[in-house]
């Protein structure tokens, strides 16, 4: 009866741990099986981020060799025009004519007009490719700012004047040097009546 008995509690306690077996392994894979879920899932993101990434690499490197492109265009046509306009702007001076101007003033003198209106007929028929320089400048007396401005204004009547002939106001330019170019360099009455004064430079 001994015998009997424990051979069956013997056979009971194994089965037991047979059935504990099978449902710790069944455990284990159910667990198992989550995390391979957890990392296909994880994975699959990883994907679509790095793919994502990618797309916008490659948009970034078309944006950058599209400037990159464009700049060297840019550099390009700029060098062209440069080379196209090497010596075009080295004028040669071909003439000049004077006014001068009394003290503080700048209305133009009779004697101013009729130097201007000579010039402007010779413009006119003699030289009609030419551009004016119409420099403005005056004594050594008074500020410098203020000379600067007398310089302006005294050349702008000069222009207006020339225009009022018929020379085409696109063929002037026009500048002010003040007290800082003299004609000459003493501060005698006669050197400041020759410093007051409008150089027209004529240039092609």
């Known amino acids: 009866m001994t015998t009997h008995t424990t051979g069956i509690l013997l056979a009971v306690t194994l089965a037991g ?17 989550v995390v391979n879920t957890r990392v296909d899932q994880v994975n699959s993101r990883v994907d679509e981020l790095s793919s994502r990434v990618d797309g916008q690499l490659s948009a970034l490197n078309n944006r950058v060799s599209g400037v990159a492109s464009a700049a060297q265009a840019a550099h390009s046509r700029a060098d062209a025009a440069y080379t196209l306009a090497q010596g075009k702007f ?10 001068n101007f009394d003290t503080n003033k700048s209305a133009l003198t009779a004697e101013a007009k009729n130097t201007l209106v000579a010039l402007a007929e010779r413009l006119k028929t003699e030289n009609k490719n030419v551009f004016l320089e119409i420099r403005g400048h005056a004594d050594v007396r008074g500020a410098k700012q203020s000379n600067r401005e ?36 003493k501060k005698t ?14 240039v092609e």
């Open 17 to 33: 741990l047979a059935v504990s077996g099978c449902a710790t392994e069944n455990y284990v894979d159910e667990h198992v099986a």
């Open 90 to 99: 080295i004028m040669t001076e071909v003439g000049r004519a004077t006014v």
């Open 150 to 185: 007398l310089g302006r204004e005294r050349a702008g009547a000069v222009g207006r004047f020339l225009a009022e002939q018929g020379v085409p106001g696109n063929r002037m330019m026009l500048g002010s040097w003040g007290e800082d170019q003299p004609a000459a360099d």
């Open 189 to 202: 009455a006669e050197a400041h009546a020759e410093n007051r004064r409008v150089e027209i430079v004529i």
